[in-house]
């Protein structure tokens, strides 16, 4: 698979092109609303001071790191606020890979994508370790895959593209298998407001030298387009002291800061959104599973009922998950997914659906038809 180049635009662009209405359930853009914090933040910055229209402190604001330190239970010197969990992911990764020995990077299959595309362009080893049918990831294949060579490890809980969540004893495995190779846990939390199963676990509940947790207000405030996003680092006075400060120094010289006001508009929205907020969201996207797995019980397709995220993976009969058939479902049913394929070979068969689209009842009447 040719994970340099992302797929997910291809799938978009050819929807968007369809001489037909489709239902796009290709990218994880949420289709809800920000919390109203958060717009009262950015109206509120329309008029700030000439100077807080100037660079933010590069590892973002202080008073945001705070409020992320406070509710991660960390200090805020492990803290460095990022263009994104894409961003954190980075410097997280290049990071592993400086400091660990080793040139391998340990992903899963299915992998999301942007792992393995930006492992190739870092020219590390890949190796890819198969979740199980169920989407859960065993520790014990993870630990048989890891190695010397082994300097990153990249696990994702609740899991794009399967749903599945690694428990607190996975979670504690995969720390252990880290510190064992000398190697550094990556640990992508963005989907951890979403939470159906009560089972997600943070790999910070683990004070370790080989952790950095990555994460962002893309998917839980629906903002994927302010991109504030954050990495936990390990403690500076720690084994693994140098990691946060290169990190940061990685990020000055991209970026030289963040974006001041949407981690201002951010700030405002976590000192002021009520946990029922992501109650809401939560089940809203309860409501939308429980539709769409009716509908692919209906066609007969096989999936797994997510316990996190907002995806769904579907096999259906004699139906592979190429583009050519993902293509021939824009055209004929009208719903666009992305192929299995391009989350490796493992999902070859299966369809990835995002759930976030109103029209989820639509677009699981439009599968049923065309399956039937
Ligand atoms: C697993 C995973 N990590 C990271 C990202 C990117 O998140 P962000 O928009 O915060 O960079 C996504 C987006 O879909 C994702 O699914």
Same mark, same amino acid.
Do not use: K
């Given at each position: 698979m040719d994970y340099e180049t992302p797929q997910f635009f291809r799938v978009m662009q050819y929807a968007a092109r369809a001489d037909r209405d489709v239902v796009d359930m290709v990218s994880g853009n949420p289709d809800w609303d920000p919390p109203d914090g958060l717009r009262d933040g950015?109206? =509120?910055y329309a008029e700030a001071d000439a100077d807080e229209y100037q660079y933010a402190p590069s590892r973002g604001l202080k008073s945001l790191r705070e409020e992320i330190a406070a509710r991660r239970d960390v200090t805020v010197d492990r803290v460095v606020v990022t263009n994104g969990t894409g961003e954190a992911n980075h410097l997280a990764m290049t990071g /592993?890979? =400086?400091h660990f020995s080793g040139d391998e990077i340990v992903l899963t299959d299915p @992998?999301?994508?942007y792992y393995a595309g930006r492992a190739n362009f870092l020219d590390a080893e890949t190796t890819f370790v198969a979740a199980g049918d169920d989407g859960r990831l065993d520790p014990e294949t993870v630990r048989a895959a890891a190695s010397d060579e082994t300097s990153v490890i990249v696990v994702n809980s609740p899991n794009n593209p399967t749903g599945a969540i690694y428990d607190a004893d996975a979670m504690a495995e995969f720390v252990a298998i880290a510190e064992d190779h000398d190697a550094l846990l990556v640990s992508d939390e963005v989907y951890d407001h979403f939470d159906y199963a009560g089972r997600f676990a943070s790999a910070l509940e683990h004070d370790s030298p080989n952790v950095v947790a990555t994460n962002a207000f893309s998917k839980s405030m629906a903002?994927?387009?302010l991109r504030v996003g954050y990495a936990v680092f390990p403690s500076p006075d720690g084994p693994s002291g140098d990691l946060v400060d290169r990190a940061a120094t990685r990020h000055m010289l991209t970026n030289v800061s963040g974006s001041r006001p949407a981690q201002?508009? @951010?700030e405002r929205a976590l000192q002021t959104t009520s946990p029922e907020y992501y109650a809401e969201c939560r089940r809203r996207l309860e409501r939308r599973i429980d539709t769409f797995c009716a509908a692919l =019980?209906?066609? /007969?397709?096989e999936y797994?009922?997510?316990? /996190?995220?907002f995806y769904v993976m579907a096999r259906f009969p004699?139906?592979?998950g190429s583009f050519e058939n993902v293509y021939e479902l824009v055209d004929e049913a009208g719903v666009a997914g992305m192929p299995g394929e391009a989350f490796g070979e493992s999902r070859s068969d299966w369809i990835r659906f995002a759930l976030v689209t109103p029209r989820v009842e639509e677009a699981a009447e439009r599968l049923g038809n065309f399956f039937e």
């Open positions: 950015l109206r =509120d /592993g890979l =400086d @992998v999301y994508p903002i994927t387009g201002y508009a @951010v =019980d209906a066609a /007969g397709a797994n009922r997510p316990e /996190g995220g004699d139906f592979a």
